[in-house]
């Protein structure tokens, strides 16, 4: 094992915290891995699962069925769900972003109503921003929610929706004053039962097959004027960019415990497989890759660490936000190559965990805003 210190944000019951959800992990999801990607989507039953036992809106009040954490909760889920090599499953956007738009901005009618079947996983959460002409930006979105009477009524479509399968509501960005742009935004609370909303099939991803994305339409859905997110038209930008760091620092730590996960395993595969009579860890070459993957993803840690415990202070900063998630995504892609590229022809094989790994790992650089946008903020900083 690479060692590696423990985090300053860490305390003994987030310790006890990393046990339950590891043993949850190993014994719930690692074994269920291939049948999520082949269904090209986790069992519902998960979901229940987890909210049973409590890892479900960890960083929610208990005064709306959460557990009353914070984020570092969240983290630790994140990093052990990770660490069994499982993207499959929705839950760091469920918990720690679709469910915190509810507690930041729902009224309090939205967020009795919704918060505690989210933490009891009967109710599973999707966020739509993405269009199939919109993605980096926002204000470009074109789905609208016109007033009508009492309602709302939807037309549009997003694309690339993470639960988008398995979602039981939808935070949707709509305009509802179309000619507008950023002032013209709000985000509207969609039930996804309602008459005129449906699903496309599951996409056929390079990565990630097992998560359930897909395409939602709606076609002159009706949505009850209640469901507008906090009540007032024209808020939706600001929501968006105010809780967007704290889904690129969800990116960040998914890519550090991948790059940990993939460091360990590359060094008790290059121990274990001999070439020309010796181990591959007996080669410079191997023990110089190593060394570089491990000062990459140790700095990593650092780095993401120091964000997680500026976030926990409320000092997160956009563009410092957008640092980790860049910085992490792109020397996670790197460490991964690396790693398979040691492991020689088995690393191309679907079924070794650092083939899936890789193949996982290229979407970091694009979601959540991509590399080029991430840099786009950081440079209006300066």
Known sequence: ?????????????????????????????????????????????????????????????????????????????????????????????HSGIVAHYLLSYGTEEQKTRWLPRMASGETIGAIAMTEPGAGSDLQAVRTSAIRDGDDYVVNGAKTFITNGVLCDLVVLVVKTRPQEAASGISLLLVETDRPGFRRGPALDKIGMKGQDTCELFFDDVRVPAGNLLGGTEGQGFAQLMQQLPQERLIVALGCVAAMETALASTIEYTRSREAFGRPLFGFQNTKFTLAEVATQTRVARCFVDDCLHRHLAGELDIATAAMAKYWASEQAMHVLDRCVQLHGGYGYIAEYPIARAWADMRVQQIYAGTTEIMKELISRSL
């Open 1 to 93: 094992m690479v060692a590696t210190e423990v985090p300053r944000w860490m305390d003994p019951e987030l310790a006890a915290l990393r046990e339950l959800a590891r043993d949850f992990c190993v014994r719930e999801i690692k074994p269920n891995i291939d049948r999520y990607v082949a269904n090209k989507q986790v069992d519902r039953d998960l979901w229940r699962l987890a909210g049973k036992v409590g890892l479900l809106c960890m960083s929610i009040p208990e005064a709306y069925g959460g557990g009353g954490g914070t984020f570092a909760h969240e983290a630790v889920l994140i990093e052990e769900q990770s660490r069994v090599g499982d993207t499959s499953w929705g839950a760091p956007l």
